[in-house]
């Protein structure tokens, strides 16, 4: 990071002009409070597919394994605090009247850091809700497979799989957000899981794109500005 002081200096300049800021952040943005990304070395994906665990056709097939190995990752975010990154991104929303945070992540670190909006695109592990009806309840934290009380079918976490639609409000106001402001952040994220991935993408005439990542992702090739390195030091010293 230290190779790159004018990009800092001309990021730094960028937010400090913005009215409206957006941060988009991925799995990446947790990554130094020790929680494995995706798709990275190590990441989740790494041993198990997600296809195998993290779609409906899974949990139908075995809600136990599903529902178990949850149960691990949230105590894994449990264990786990914000890290500088988060805490930087919380600076900014609490300096900067018109900041959004928009954020693939499930792990609730954000809100634990301090950032009060935190529009969660991929929903939470932090929230049970039925397979069955439409009842959602906060997470049961119990290890064995919860039950519905409403309609006693099966409680499954509080997430987005792959092939389930997005909530189309928190998605509408994301794609605003990531379209409607100066400096589009864009942290820790493969950019490759749709539809988040196109709110990175493209060119908005009057919008600056900065890229925070250890290693270039498809979101470069429209972007303004790459700041190479991970986003527990570089969003600090962008955001003192
Ligand atoms: C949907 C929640 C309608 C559960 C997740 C259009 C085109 C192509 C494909 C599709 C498309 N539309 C739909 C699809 C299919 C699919 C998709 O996008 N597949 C991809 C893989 C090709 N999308 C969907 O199914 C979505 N649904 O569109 O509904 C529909 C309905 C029916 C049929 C079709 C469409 C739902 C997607 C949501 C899936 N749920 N997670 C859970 O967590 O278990 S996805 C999962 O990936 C996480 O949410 C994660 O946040 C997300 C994105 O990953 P990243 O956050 O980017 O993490 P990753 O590991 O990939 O990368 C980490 C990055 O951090 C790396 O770049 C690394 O370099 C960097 N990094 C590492 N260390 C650091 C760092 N950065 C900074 N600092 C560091 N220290
Ligand atoms: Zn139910």
Redesign the pocket.
């Known amino acids: 990071m230290a190779h790159q002081p004018d990009l800092l200096v001309r990021a730094r300049r960028l937010i400090e002009g913005a009215s409206r800021i957006t941060a988009l952040?991925?799995?990446?943005?947790s990554?130094?409070s020790g929680i494995p990304?995706?798709?990275?070395a190590g990441?989740?994906?790494r041993n198990f597919r997600?296809e195998d665990?993290?779609t409906p056709q899974a949990f139908a097939r075995d809600p136990r394994l599903v529902w178990e190995w949850?149960h691990w990752?949230r105590g894994l975010c449990a264990a786990a605090q914000p890290n500088a990154?988060h805490l930087a991104l919380a600076r900014l929303e609490a300096a900067r009247p018109h900041f959004t945070l928009v954020?693939?992540?499930?792990d609730g670190l954000h809100a634990r850091a301090g950032s009060r909006c935190v529009l969660e695109?991929?929903?939470s592990?932090w929230r049970t809700k039925c397979s069955r009806c439409v009842a959602e309840w906060p997470d049961s934290a119990t290890e064995g497979l919860p039950v519905c009380a409403a309609c006693g079918g099966a409680g499954r976490?509080g997430?987005?799989?792959?092939?389930?639609?997005?909530d189309d409000a928190v998605l509408a106001a994301s794609a605003h957000a990531a379209r409607d402001c100066d400096v589009l952040l864009v942290?820790?994220?493969?950019?490759?899981?749709?539809?988040?991935?196109m709110l990175a993408r493209g060119r908005v005439p009057g919008r600056t794109v900065i890229v925070?990542?250890?290693?270039p992702?498809p979101a470069n090739e429209t972007a303004d500005l790459y700041l190479q390195?991970?986003?527990?030091e570089?969003l600090p010293a962008l955001i003192p």
């Open positions: 952040t991925g799995a990446g943005v990554a130094e990304t995706f798709r990275g990441g989740l994906w997600a665990l993290a949850y990752r990154g954020t693939q992540n499930v695109l991929h929903g592990l976490p997430v987005v799989w792959f092939g389930e639609s997005l942290v820790g994220t493969s950019s490759v899981v749709y539809p988040a991935a925070i990542n250890p290693e992702t390195g991970p986003s527990g570089v």
